[in-house]
């Protein structure tokens, strides 16, 4: 007689359950921070998941966070995609972080930062989140980390866990420090803050 567990997973491959993220999985990044790595489920970022950051306000040092994992994609000859950063970014503070910065494609929303008027390339919301999952699921883009919209509806995030699942890097997502108090598809969850808070 067949277990639930096996009925459960061959009703689809690509069936989640909440507790299987605790499991190692397949593959993972390393943070660059050998403590943050023993506690990440695997050992470092997941592949194939979303990772919502959740942040007081941008600018806390979200950067210097993922800036490891996204210079090893990079050094990989992987594209990394930034979607929607809240200001304009500084090519010589990412190379020094160690991010080949020629690896890196930006795109900007609709309010874009005011210090990229000559770089961004203006998308809708909706547009934003439609280029998002499709860079997901085009199997071209090794990572990617994307400051989301605020009040971003539960339909859209779930689409976006969902083309995670066919991606093999890790994908971050930014999100405002009051989406902790709100449900979420995205199966690993920080929230940061400064030191000493």
């Known amino acids: 007689r067949p277990t639930r567990e096996f009925i459960l997973e061959a009703l689809h491959p690509a069936l989640w359950r909440a507790h299987q993220l605790g499991h190692a999985r397949a593959a993972v990044t390393p943070s660059g921070f050998a403590a943050l790595d023993a506690e990440l489920p695997g ?85 934003l989140l439609w280029a998002l999952e499709q860079s997901l699921r085009s199997g071209h883009v090794g990572a990617m980390l994307a400051w989301l919209p605020q009040r971003l509806r539960a339909d859209a995030l779930r689409r976006l866990q969902i083309a995670a699942q066919s991606h093999d890097g890790p994908v971050f997502l930014l999100r405002e420090i009051e989406a902790r108090l709100k449900p979420s598809a995205a199966p690993l969850r920080l929230l940061l803050g400064c030191a000493g808070i």
């Open 43 to 127: 050992g470092g970022w997941p592949h194939g998941t979303l990772t919502e950051l959740l942040l007081p306000h941008p600018g806390l040092g979200e950067l210097r966070l993922v800036a490891p994992a996204l210079a090893r994609v990079a050094r990989s000859e992987r594209c990394v995609m930034l979607f929607d950063p809240p200001a304009a970014l500084s090519g010589w503070a990412l190379s020094q972080l160690g991010v080949a910065t020629e690896q890196l494609l930006v795109v900007y929303g609709r309010n874009g930062p005011r210090g990229a008027q000559g770089l961004r390339r203006l998308l809708p919301e909706a547009d």
